[in-house]
């Protein structure tokens, strides 16, 4: 389900004195299947932009459309809203901060149960649900309270209240704000499942360059309502002026690369940097090798 953003612009308060331009002019188009991160610091206008993709906002001028669906035109009526949000999931920052049902059962139903489905469906659903995101479905899990879980697991669950769903695209603000290594490294692995397993369309809000450099396919880069930069992470962070001037870092394994090339070390292929550990290590290694075969034990060029 791509999602495709047409000269969208948004004031909020339009009219009145307090009024605040939040996007300008923004286009893109996010593919079928692709993991995207729109990045940028408090108040660029990501968090305005992924409220398009389901309806929550309104283009003051422009167009977005979702699915074949124009969110502009069609969706101002209840019925339409309704079908776009069953195609667009939206996560909040924070989201375990909504839940609010006695039991985790009841908390990831309650979805489902407003689309008014058999009770057998929504029992399938909550399981289904549990099951992606890596937590327990049995009766015991399902009876106890969400507010008696660690903060990794009640963020699942309240990501698990959202797939119940089943939404073709998942958008997610800040997914791993708040959380421990552990937990980050269980969000990750949750989304990365769900990708393989059910080809969902994710959409990122973040300024981690860490978590973008792990997840996205593809980087939009917002500042001042702007978009200033779009690409795959490789190409992205190659332009690091650009990055500062949108008041961001590469992501460490960036800087690394780019540190390594200004050292003479030949990391990967120019427009191919590795952004992983488990790539950049290998590629190092490589460089150094070759390196130390070029000078000899010796230290003299061989």
Not at 31 to 59: E, M, R, W, Y
Not at 205 to 234: N, Q, T
């Amino acid at each position: 389900m791509s999602i495709v953003v047409e000269h969208l612009s948004y004031i909020y308060n339009l009219g009145a004195p307090q009024e605040h331009v939040a996007l300008r002019d923004v286009s893109l188009t996010i593919p079928d299947g692709v993991c995207a991160a729109i990045i940028g610091v408090t108040g660029s206008g990501k968090s305005t932009l992924t409220q398009h993709f389901n309806g929550l906002l309104l283009p003051t001028s422009g167009r977005v459309i979702v699915d074949g669906l124009d969110v502009t035109a069609k969706t101002t009526r209840p019925e339409h809203l309704l079908e776009l949000r069953r195609r667009v999931g939206l996560l909040f920052q924070f989201p375990e901060a909504q839940l609010f049902a006695p039991t985790i059962a009841d908390d990831v139903a309650f979805g489902p149960r407003q689309l008014r489905l058999k009770d057998k469906v929504v029992k399938e659903r909550v399981r289904w649900a549990l099951n992606a995101v890596a937590l327990p479905t049995d009766t015991e899990f399902l009876a106890r309270s969400p507010f008696a879980l660690s903060g990794g697991q009640r963020r699942r669950v309240a990501l698990a209240g959202v797939l119940a769903m089943r939404p073709l695209t998942l958008a997610l603000d800040e997914p791993s704000a708040g959380l421990d290594a552990e937990a980050r490294e269980e969000i990750y692995a949750c989304l990365d499942d769900l990708r393989a397993r059910e080809g969902v369309t994710l959409v990122i809000v973040s300024h981690d360059m860490s978590e973008v450099a792990h997840l996205a396919d593809v980087i939009f880069a917002l500042a001042g309502g702007e978009l200033k930069l779009s690409g795959p992470p490789e190409e992205v962070f190659k332009r690091t002026d650009e990055i500062l001037a949108c008041g961001l870092l590469p992501p460490p394994l960036a800087q690394t690369v780019a540190l390594a090339r200004e050292h003479g070390l030949n990391v990967g292929a120019a427009s191919d940097a590795p952004l992983t550990p488990d790539a950049l290590a290998p590629a190092l290694a490589a460089s150094l090798g070759a390196e130390h075969a070029e000078y000899g034990l010796n230290g003299h060029r061989t």
